[in-house]
């Protein structure tokens, strides 16, 4: 898997401009009194390196702070929605820059959902750029509501320095089967992007 913040200048010249770049966004914000305030970037960028493994694409380098957090939750924090779509639009022109034309971004946080859409309409004057997002959640069948049950489960399923035990949530089984079900329909869908 080619990471492309461990790139060196020639590395950057040699790569195959016909490779997808896969962007991870995510946010920094309160989630329970057991997950990380990282929790949406590590889930995003987690699922991103996997499918990037399966389907020989480029990691792009991940955007962390996302917007709409509660400033009310302790550690969160957001950036406005304006700072948010120019900087998802000012990254993927750079992509393009380099002949890049095939770029997905994999969000972990929804209430990015909306902003990373106008980012993607801002930058249809790029003709031959295809461009596509999702949120994780939209690869397995459950529901995943903020801070419950499932994003725990596939936290945990990514993030080894956590443990099951630890959480007292969260069903072994069940976080390998939704982990395995997202893979799985998140290279389908890269594969055939």
């Keep these: 898997m080619i990471e492309w913040e461990k790139l060196t200048i020639p ?4 790569l195959d401009k016909t490779m997808k ?6 946010s920094i914000e309160a989630h329970n009194d057991f997950l990380p305030l990282n929790t949406d970037n590590i889930i995003s960028q987690g699922f991103a390196k996997i499918a990037c493994e399966k389907t020989n694409s480029i990691l792009g380098a991940p955007i962390t702070i996302g917007h709409g957090s509660s400033i009310d939750d302790p550690g969160t924090i957001s950036i406005s929605e304006k700072i948010l779509k120019e900087m998802i639009k000012e990254v993927c022109r750079e992509y393009y820059s380099y002949g890049f034309r095939k770029i997905f971004i994999l969000n972990g946080h929804g209430k990015n959902r909306e902003i990373i859409d106008q980012a993607i309409r801002d930058l249809s004057d790029l003709k031959d750029l295809k461009i596509d997002s999702a949120g994780w959640w939209k690869f397995t069948k459950e529901r995943v509501p903020h801070t419950g049950k499932v994003e ?10 956590y443990s099951f035990e630890d959480s007292k949530i969260g069903d072994k089984e069940n976080a390998e089967r939704i982990y395995e079900e997202v893979v799985e329909n998140l290279t389908s869908y890269l594969n055939n992007f």
Excluded: A, H, Q, R
């Design 152 to 161: 725990t489960e596939v936290f945990l399923m990514i993030n080894k320095d």
């Design 21 to 26: 770049v896969i962007i991870p966004v995510g």
């Design 11 to 14: 590395g950057i010249s040699k």
